[in-house]
């Protein structure tokens, strides 16, 4: 399990850097300021969380089993709120309106704010390993 946290966390910092030299290069000419700084919201989470992510994997902290759930409530809340922001910003690009996705960004938030919870408690509560 360990792997496959440390995995997906370079995954999404990989894809943060692209995405954010993406927005600050390729869509300058393409969107309005405000779609850029959106943008740019939602690559400054995806990053938080990708390390998040590497933090994990790479602890010894929590037993795996204990670390899966919070992995899952990350990636689909990094999935739901960076790439519905991402999608958002560029709405104006496209003749699909992203905007009736726009309660996907909301839900990943939630989601992301309940793995840090579960990380609390789980970490809080756990008895030594030792």
């Not at 709120?81 to 009736?100: H, V």
């Not at 840090?116 to 509560?125: E, F, Q, T």
Request: a positive charge; one cysteine or more; glycine letters at 10%.
């Amino acid at each position: 399990m360990n792997k496959t946290i440390f995995g997906t966390g370079i995954f999404f910092g990989l894809t943060a850097v692209l995405l954010g030299a993406f927005g600050a290069h390729g869509l300058e000419k393409m969107v309005d300021t405000k779609a850029i700084e959106t943008f740019e919201t939602g690559v400054r989470y995806q990053m938080y969380h990708a390390l998040f992510l590497l933090i994990l994997g790479g602890s010894n902290i929590l037993v795996n089993e204990r670390k899966k759930i919070i992995y899952y409530f990350i990636v689909v809340g990094i999935v739901c709120f960076s790439f519905s922001i991402y999608l958002l910003a560029i709405n104006e690009l496209t003749s699909f309106d992203f905007k009736k996705l726009a309660l996907l960004t909301p839900l990943g938030g939630v989601l992301l704010i309940t793995g840090w919870i579960l990380l609390g408690i789980r970490v809080l509560n756990q008895k030594p390993l030792n």
